[in-house]
């Protein structure tokens, strides 16, 4: 009985070590920015996915505000994929101040968000944005 005890206690030491010493799956990449007064249109710096994980594409805003008494509700961003002729159009997202994601794995490329749409105000200001892919 004290042997199977002391072999149980064994194991669940060497799978918490085990566990503890796990890497963690992170994103390819991530980069983090401000928008200072945007306008319909106006595009993000590019990045560069080279498909080496599964993880989605996001891109998040906190401290969103806008030109107007209305303040901020929604935003509109269409994520693009930087192509030879006419740039891929890879869906849009509204964005509340939040997190908007593109759902799967993007194929390898150069990727950018533009701002499609605001809901009230003509300028958009981020304290930050995040984007990780």
Known sequence: MRASRRAAGIIASAIA????????????????SYISGWHINN???????????????????SGCSTDTDNGFNDSQLTL???VFGPDE????????????????????????????????GETLHVKKVSIRY
């Open 43 to 61: 595009e993000s710096q590019r990045w560069t996915d080279n498909n080496t994980d599964a993880v989605s594409t996001a891109v998040a805003f």
């Open 89 to 120: 159009n890879h869906g849009s997202r509204a964005n509340f101040c939040n997190t908007s994601t593109w759902g799967g794995r993007q194929s390898a490329g150069d990727y950018y968000f533009s701002l499609t749409s605001l809901t009230y």
């Open 17 to 32: 070590l085990g566990s503890i010493g796990a890497i963690p799956a992170h994103a390819e990449g991530s980069r983090t």
């Open 80 to 82: 693009w994929k930087d």
